[in-house]
Structures are given as C-alpha cells and as structure tokens.
C-alpha cells in the first residue's frame, strides 16, 4: 500500500482475481460460441447444398425411369433447378446491393473510386469464366458425383493460388517483392537501388525465405493437381459409359481450375486496380511509404491520398451484375442441354405446365432450401465478425479447417440413417476401390487446402475494429464454396506485405501497425487537491500499464496550469501538484537529483519535467498569465502547436533510438526534420484536471483511430461523480445524453462534441484546423461559439473538414460535476448558449457542411434543426405539460387550465425581465426558489397521473377482457355494442412511452441500470432544467464570465441594485476624505495621526482570484502619513523591478496617472492586478475612457500570489512574511509595534484596519494587501506542509537549458502570434459588449415569440373527431407526441444498433486483453 491508504497500481486483490476469472470465462465462452456458430452453419451450408443436387440427381434418375407422372417430377426437376439457381444468385445481390449503398449511391460515394478500363475488362472476363465454371459445378458436376465425394471435391480450388505462391516464393522475386510499394497512382513500384541481401539476411521464420514454406508451397501446389488426377480416377471408375466418364473427369478439372484462377490473388486484385482520383475532397488521409529515393523523403504522410487503395467496392459492382445478368441464362444452358440432354425446360418455355409450379417448394426441400441460404449468410457474417473482433483462430480459421473433416463425417453418418435422417445424400458405396479412391483424393486437397491458404489465415491479425477493406479482399461471399471462397478472399500477411503499402522502416513481423506516439494533455487551473490526485493516479496507472505490456506505443503526459508560475516562482497550485507526486505517481518530488528532472525557465513561464514508472515522461507546464494567454482554449492552442510542430518531430528522433525491450524492433532510417511523418499516427488525449480514467479506457479509443483512417477523434462515456441532488440529477442527465445522443450522432453521421474532459484527437486532423481554432473572436456570435464552448467548436471545425468523430461506449471516465446550484447553472449556462451556437452553424451552412464531410447528410443535419427546435419550445412544453397533467389528474376546467397556462407564462416572462436587471446572485436565488417550486408541482402531477393511470387499466380491464373472466353475460352484451375505447389517456400515454424506453435502454446498459433510479428526481427538475435554465442561459448570453472556478470579468455584473450601492458607498468615502483633509490643515502634525474611519476587512478586502464584486476602499493622501512613518518606512524598498511607469507607457495610459497611483501605493503590479473602475475612480481618476482602458489592462495582470509561507503561522518570522507581501519597508514600523520574531506572527490575527492606521500605514494599495494577507493566516496542516517542503526543494533546483525549446516557444510567443497576451483595444471590446446584448436581447425576443406562438397555436388547435375513441383533443398534445416521440424512438433505434458495435468491441478488447 502507499500512503494515505491508495493502493499501488498492480496489487492483486480478491476483487481482482474475480474480475480476471470473469474475464476469462467470457472469453472461453466467445470463442466457443463463434467456433460453434461458424462451424454449424459453414457443415450445414455445404450439407444442404449436397443434398439439393443428390435430390436433383435423384429426381432425373426418377425422371428416365418413370412411365407416368413425368410432368410432377419435371415440376420437381425444375424447382431444384430454381433452388440452386437462388443460392448461387442471392450471393450476388447481397454483393449488390452493399456495393450500391456504399460506394454508388449516397455521399459517401466519392471516397470510392472507380476500376480502370484494364481492370473492367479483367473484371468481365474473370465474371464470364466463373459464372460458366460455377454452373458447371453445381448444375453437372456435383450431381453426377457421390454425396461424399462432391464434399471432398469442393476444395479443389487452391491449385491456381497454390501456383502463384510457388512462382513468388522463387528468390528473384522475393528481392523485387520486398520492396514493392505504391505511389500515389496505385500502381506498384520496384525500388531496384535497395539492397538485395537485406530480405536474404532477415530472420523469416514466418516469412518468404524460409526453408519450410517453400517447401509446404511446393507440398500444396502436387497435392491440389494430384488429387484432380485421382478424382478424374474416381469419375471414370463410376461413370457407365466411356463418353461420361471424359465429360465429367474433363468438366470436374476445368471448373475447378477456373475457379482456382479466378479467385486467386493476383486476379482480384488485377481486377480492382483504380483509375486515377480526383482529389475533390480533404477528408481522408492515410500514410504512404515511398521509397528512400534521393528526391524523396522517407515516410512523408500524403494528406491529399484517398482512404481506398483499390476500387474494390465499384468494381465487384460491375462484376455483381454482370453475374446476375449471366448466371441465369448460363444455368439454363448447362443444366437443360448439358445435364438433363434436353429432356427438361426449367424456364417451361416449351411446354404446358406454368412455370409457377416450379416454384411451389414445400417440406423438407423449401427447409433444406432456407437453411442452406441463410447458413451461409450468417456464416459468413460471423467470421466477419470474427475478424472484426480479432478472434479469426477461432471464428474463422479452425471452423473452416474441421468444416470438410466434420461435413465427411455427417454425411456418412446420414447415409447410414438414410430413412430417418432430413437430409438426403447418395447410397453408399458398393465399390471399395473407388471409395479408397475418393476418400484418398479428398485427404490430399484438404491437407493442400490447408497449406496453401490456411496457415496464412490462422497467422493473419488485423486490427481491432478492422474495416472490410482491410480484412477481405472483395466485399462478397459464395453460398456454394464459402469455405473456400471465404479462405481465398482473406486478406492475409504474405499478399499484403508485396500488394499493400507499407513502411519497411517499421515493418513488425507479428504486428502489421506501426508504433503510436500519445500525448496526453490535461488542463488545470484551481482545481483542489482530490481533483489533482485522481489525474495524476489515472496517469501513473496508465504508465504500469505501458511498463507492463512493453509494446512499442510512447505515451507522454502533458500538463498545463494556468496561472501556475508568476516571473519565476511557483503559485500555490503548482506547488499543490507538485506535492502529490510522491504520493499519486510515486516519484520523489523532494529529491530532484535523478537525471529525469529537469527544469526550464520557457518564454511562457515554467517547465518541469519527471519520468514515471521509468515507462513516461510526464511534463509541467506552468504558465505566466502576463507572457502566454490564460483560459482552457489558449491552453489547447497552446499544446496542440507544441506536440505537431516541436514534440513530434523530437519524438520522431527519439523514437529512432528508442531501447529495445523484448521483440521490440529498433528503427534504423533517417529522421528528416522537415517531414511531417506520423502525423496519422500520432494522437493526443485530451483530459481535464479532475479526471479518473483506466489504462483500458484510453487504449479502447486507440481502436476505433486505427481501425479507420478517416476518425479525426474519439470520445469516451463520461460519468458524473459527487453527492447531492445535483449529483442525482447529472447522473441521469449523462447517461440518457450518452445512450441517445450519442449513440444517434455516431450512427446517423458524426458525433458533434468530443469533450475536452477526455477523448483522443489525431494529429492529422488537428493540424488541418489548428490554424482556424487560433483565431480572436471578432463578433458575438464567435464569443459563444469559440470562448463559451471550445470543445464544441473544435469539434465543429474537424466536422467541416471532413473528419469524422466516434463515441466509444465501452471507454469510461469519471469527472466531478457540480454539486452547488449556483456553479451548475452557471456551467450549463455555457453549455447551452454553445451548443446552440454550433449548432445554429451547422443548420445555417448545411450545404458546406454536407458538400465537405461525407458523413453529413441533409437527414442527418435536419435531425438536429429537430433538436434545436424541441429545445427552444422547451419551456413552452414544460408549461403545457404542467397544464395536460393538471387536467388529466385533477377535475379542472378548460378555463382553469387555460390560467395555469397564463400563470406560468407569465411568470416565466417575469423571471426573465428579472435576470436582464437583477444581479446574478439574486438570478439564481429566485432560480432556486422556482425550482422548489415545480418540483413540487410536478410531484403532485406525477402522483395523480400514476393515479389516472391506474384507473385507466382497471377501465380497460373491464371493458375489454374476455367476459368469462371479468364481466357478466349483461356486461359482455353491452360490451359488443360498444365503440372501441382507446386504453389510456394521452399525458399517461407519453408517460408509460418514456418510461418503457428508457427501461429498455437501460436493460442495454446493464452496467449503468442504476442510474435509471434517478429518473424520478429528473422528471420533478423537468422544469428547473428546461424552463428556468433556459431562461437563465439566454438572458446572460453577455456574461463572458466562465462559469466554474471563475468569476465574472469586467466591471460590477450585478445590475442596478449594486450599481447604486457602490455609488452611495463612494459619495459617503469622499465626503469623509474632504472632511479628513480639512482637519489635517487646520491641526498639528500629531492630530494628523488620527486614524481615518475603520472598515471591516471581510468586506473591504476584494478577492482577485475568484473576481468577486470589490469594494472601494478609503482614500488617503500623502499629508495623511505621518511623521514616524516618513522617518521609518523605506518607501524605495517598495519600488520593486517592474516599474509602473513603464507599464502605463506600454499600454498607453496617461503617464501623469503614475503620480497619483504611487501616491496610493500602488509602486509594483501585483497591486493594481484586479482593480476595477470603482477603485481607480475613488484614488482621483476621472477620465473615464483612460480608467476603462486601465481597467482591462489590470485585469489582465495575473493575481498576487499567497504562497505557503505568507498564510500559515509558524514559517517565517514577521520580516520574511513583509518580504513575501512586497511590503519589506514596513518592517521597521512592525518592529517597533512588537512584531518581530516567529512567535509574533500569531499576534497579527487580531489587528484591523484601525490598528495599522495607528501604527503609521495609510496608503490604501499597503493596507489592502496586510489586511488581505492578515486575513489568510492559519495553522499549517499536514498537506500545506508537504506543499511548503515541495516549494523549499524547487526553489533550489537550477535552471536546464533547452535552447530549442526555449527558441520555438520564444517564435509562438513573437509579436503577432495567437499565443501573445494583448491589450485588447477599447473600441473591439465596447463593440464587443454591445454587440452580446444585441445578440442576448434578439435571443429573448426569438424566444418569446416562438414559445407563445407555440402555446397559442396548439392550445387553440382540436380535434373533436377523435373524442370518441377517448384520444387526446387538443393538438399541442398529439403533435408533442409525435416531436418528442420520433426524436426519442429515432435515438433509441440507433441506440440498439451502436449497442452491438460496442459489443463487438468489448468483447474484441476482452481476448485482446487477456491474449496478452
């Protein structure tokens, strides 16, 4: 255990070891389960298949021995013949139609390109040559054979792929293969200047030049023609007459050779080469390794190179159809003139019989029929999952390994119960030569089926989430050979290592992607010391996690504090952080001798750096506010240009000579510093400072980057942490946002938002907005959409890009939430004038939108013009709501429901005018009195409702259940002759809807079932969170305050009620001030000492760090400092290094201010950080334009700093305490009072303003400050300790010269840089302001209009005619129906479906995990 009772990541505990057992259990299960369901189907796909054409054979057999009933069996004939013709063709129209959908029709269809004229032509000619040898096959051959042999026989299709392994595998290929790559055409290339002895001294066990697979190629390729030979035996030892045992030996041969052509490798992918692109669009990008040539640069990523390095999609589109087209005509050729002899026409073309009659199957054959249809569908479908899931050994390869071996045993087995058994096969053998023959034959094509493909299948790994292209050659199946046609159609390592581009620097021979480089980056700001823990433990455990797998993935974790170093010394958070590494990420902090610590003094503050777990670098950030802009977007700008123009490129150089640990391969070529390599491969995760996360969760995200080119970024379930009533409001409110918003945007198109609080962004896509998202906001609207949301906007400019972005569900996360109504209503505030912004955005340009990003569609972009309806005819709806439950659960008058409608709007307009005066604080309190309010009322509608309910139930019961049961026969009787009754009224219809989806919803999400509990909480709040919120959230559309950890910016927020305070509380301190100096003249130097009158420091006292409302303090001038104190202060020590002139000149403030602002005490700029105009208008400053300008400037100066040693007792004595205050002048004074020593400082708890005046201190900048430091002091306590002991040990630690670093960040720093913290002009930010509350106040207005007009319009609308059958009247309740009803049942479809990818996922990161 570590201290303070974490455990140490790794400790095995009983919980542990469950979970693990678990784990494993579900593992054993999937893999037996998909071996079980790919095995059945793949036996029962090839039985079914034998057993039609043993009938068919059987039926013609019946046919020439039959005197009568000949039209009956040719009927019969004819439907075996219609019934192999549908397993061959609806093969081909599911090829089709998936081939249409995605590459053809829709948006998307430009990312798919189209064959080359060559390829067409390959194309055709291979879809002519398999379509003849296919109906040979099925409609000549495997009828005229044995049930067991025509198993055996179906796997004599490897001897074209058997011979074009042998021809590679030759040496002179393997030196040109090697270094086979693609350009940017598609075409391949040869690299003749490489080393040809490189490939020759490679260690290839597994690879070409092994002894062993040459050998095994030349094994496989004698045994696939050895047995044709002894098949040919076989025919001819069966067959009755000379004549068919030639045609049937010779079509047997040729049929499984064509297809052994057609279906090999080179073929398919001769026939799939693309025609040269257009590059009309910047969506996708992928890496292309060219060729250390001397012109070229090694591994550049091409950004303009599309997703897709064949035309596989369009092409199988031709071929599909031109099969479709050429199987039926062939079929009828082959089985009329070449099977039957021209005794059976299966079109009945030529005869009396309908053709309908053909197709009237019933019985065992329309089962066998289906089963065989649909067995090779979902068979099929399962080992696509299987390699989607990484689990091919047991879903794909093993299956079709036994599948001959147990089809072979089945069948024997059924022959021997002929009678009894479903299936019907051939009678056994009479002639044990033949058999020995057969079964001999079909021994050596399974072995060289295994040989020549199944090796290569068993080894092939994709990656987790893989898309088809990567795992299959060509995106269809075949219902008759699908074991065979799925074993050629793999895509497996040997074919993608000579016809897939690669990157010979990083080739791995067990691992097909290269090495991935992580950023982690978090954000802080003020966050408290369990915010930090819970970050810094999720990043030591990932940093085990990374230590103990030993893969080749760097991870780094960044950390950004704003705020967090002030010149060169460390702010209390820093330092706070600083402390918790010896106990979150067990590195000792306090002895900072190792070699992995470093420290640079940057051009934007601070940076410290340590390694974790000897596994991670983690870096501290910590920045200046005065040198580098402050707040969450800067920081992100701010490390998105670090890691894409600085840490990549050092990693790039690293990761060349990175240690060797295990397997792990070292990369040799040259780093180009001028390239941009790994951009695609390079990712940063993104999280906030109070994150907790599991190495698993940021793995799993990974997955779904890597799995498909085109993600930009990836966001994970996030999960509310705290306790409270907010709390259990968020709880529910999280998980329905995840279960269907999420899940909608991820299936419809793209997700909209990837939080800043933990997703994982590719550098690729951040470099293509980076420049876009550094930009000032220049307009109100951009203020909402940049500043007020930045996660959303970021995610809005990839989505415009072209980018998509995912939600993973099975990648969690926990945060802190608001617990206090004040912060929560502040944060959503933000969150929705954001949301609604960005989304506004993407509504009013929908054509860009649409035109640049595949993934959006008008449908999709038309759903969310729903969404941001639904949410601005909320609070009409609320009302309405409030209104129908009153009327269903009470007796209530049209007219009393019509005033609760009145009532409540009015109201809700009341409490917006308030929020457009009243202060914020006076907003959220009558918020909060409001919300009790509701929830009562919706309590007492949610009892009467359930209440009516119940009684409708019992109604309906009566009314409509059988008589026997419930009713007399007078009660029956009169039932009969009663109108249908509908069962429930509307409001508990709406009621039981939500409720039975949101049950059912959470059935999907076991794991998160409780949070449904919560929902009852969330339905009384129904009105807090869609009403008054929403009210709230646009009437303070021009608060740019952010909400949580900070306070307002700019002058007094509060409205008129402190406007006029503050204004009397002024007029009152210059009266006095007048006063006070009339007496000075009038009376001596020792009546000048009379302290002026005294405040109380809690409220006199302004607290920078939070930006409450200061107060203005009194106004002394120098004729009030007195004799003692001009003999005894140094006032030169008080002129510190940063002089006040030099600033006001800097920002172009009036110089003569200087004089007026020295005479107050105001000599460093840690005094005048925070002030606002109330301040500087009470020391004598009347220009107001000057003072507003001053205003800006001061609040951009970071706060004074109170470090350890200047608030707890007992550090310092009192002349180190002045010191640390930039008040060491006093000292003097303080000594002479009786304040000197350490055991002094506990005195200074009592003094107040009047006891400094009387010791001589009159300047109101002095007083301000003791009185403020005063007030902070207190007892050190056990984590202030480690905090004080952390800044003793940093202060002594020299400075580490970086100069490349410190030389880039002094360019991102450079004038004219979005980074540089710039005084803002008084023109942008007065049009600014203006321009949020003509945007707030069009808001309101929209507002209003549309929520009356929707009131109005619905409540107004009837529909009497459904009165009868006891359905609502009223429309607002029909049409709320039918608004929220298709949003909700939309979401929750696209739920089911996102729920069974994350299942796929979950249960491919369970194998991958445990494989390990």
Known sequence: MSTKGYPDYGAESHSTQCKALCLKIIQVLVRVLLFSIVATCAVLSKLSLISLVSRLNKTIDDIHRASDSEATLHNRAAGFFWQLLFIILIPQFVTFFRTLLFSVCGKQSRLFPWPTPKAIVVGAVASVFEVVAMTTVVFYVLPRLHSIVAILALGGVFGAQAILDCLEWCPCCVRKGYHKVHNTNGNINFNEKEDQTNCLTEDCAEGRSGAWNKFSRIIAMFLQFVSVILLNIYASLLQSGPKDQFLVGCAMTLSLLSLSVVWSSKVQQESQKMAKMTQSSN???IRSANTNEKNQKPNVINEKEPILPTARFKANFINAILRIILYPFISYVIFRYVFTNGSIDPWCLHQSCSLSKSFQWKGQELTIFLIQILSSFFGYTFMWISCTMVLHRWGLALPLYLCTPISFAVCAIFQAHQDSSSFYFSKAYSDPVALGVAVVAGAMLWIGQILTMGVFVWKKKNLILAKDAAMFLTPCYDGVFLEQHTMLNRKVERREMW???ITPTFVDN??????????????MYMEDREEMRRLLSSIYQLACHCKEKKNDDHFESHIFLDSGANVTELTYFALQLFSLFEETLHVDALHLESKAFQRINTPYGIQLSWEVAEAMPIYVHLKDSAKVKKKKRWSQVMYMNYVLNFRVKENIRNLRNWGVQGERQRATAPYNKESRMDDDNTFILTTDADIQFTPESATVLLDILDSDPQVGAVCARTHPQGSGPLYWYQVFDYAIGHWFQKSAEDILGTVLCCPGCFSVFRCNALRSVLDTYSTEVTSASEFLTKDMGEDRWLCTLLVENGWKLKYCAISENYTNCPETFNEFFKQRRRWISSTIANLSLLITQASRFTKQNENVSIIFVLFQGILVFSTAISPATVILVI?????????VSHSSILAIIIILSFLSIAYGIFCLYGNHLHQLDM?????????????????????????????????????????????CTSQNKAEFLFPITFPNMYLVLFTVLFISSGLFHLNEFSCLFYGVWYFLALPSGYLILLIYSIANLDDRSWGTREGSTGALQGGGFEKIKCLLLNVWQKAQSCFKLGVQKQNTVEENKQPAPSYDAATALSDYTDGREQQPLADFTDEAVSTKYSNVVNEAAFRLTVKLREWLNNNDILPEYAEILEQHGYFNLSFIAGLNIEDFEAMGLKDRGHVLRLERCAQKLAPFNFAIDQTCLGLCDVGTWLNSLELQGYQQLFEAAGYKTRDDMENLKGLKRMDLQKMGIYKRAHLQRLLEGISKLTYLTEDEMRVHQTRSMLEKVPDTDNNDECLYWAEMLDVGKPLRPLAASFKSESELKKGMRSLRNISLVLLLLINMTWIILLYTLQFPKLQKFNLPTKAFEILFLAVYGFIVTVQFCTMIVHRGFTLIHYLAHIDSKLSM
């Open 883 to 891: 209104a129908s439950g009153f009327s269903s659960a009470f007796i």
């Open 510 to 523: 067990n691992d097909e992607s290269r090495p991935r480089t992580i950023f982690i980056c978090s954000t």
């Open 499 to 501: 016809h897939e581009t």
């Open 927 to 971: 918020a909060k009195f409001a919300s009790v309010l509701f929830a009562i009322t919706m309590g007492v509608v949610f009892v009467g409702n359930f209440k009516n309910l119940l009684y409708d139930f019992i109604t309906f019961g009566k009314h409509y259940l059988p008589c026997s049961i419930n009713a007399t026969s007078e009660m």
């Open 283 to 285: 969506v996708t990008h």
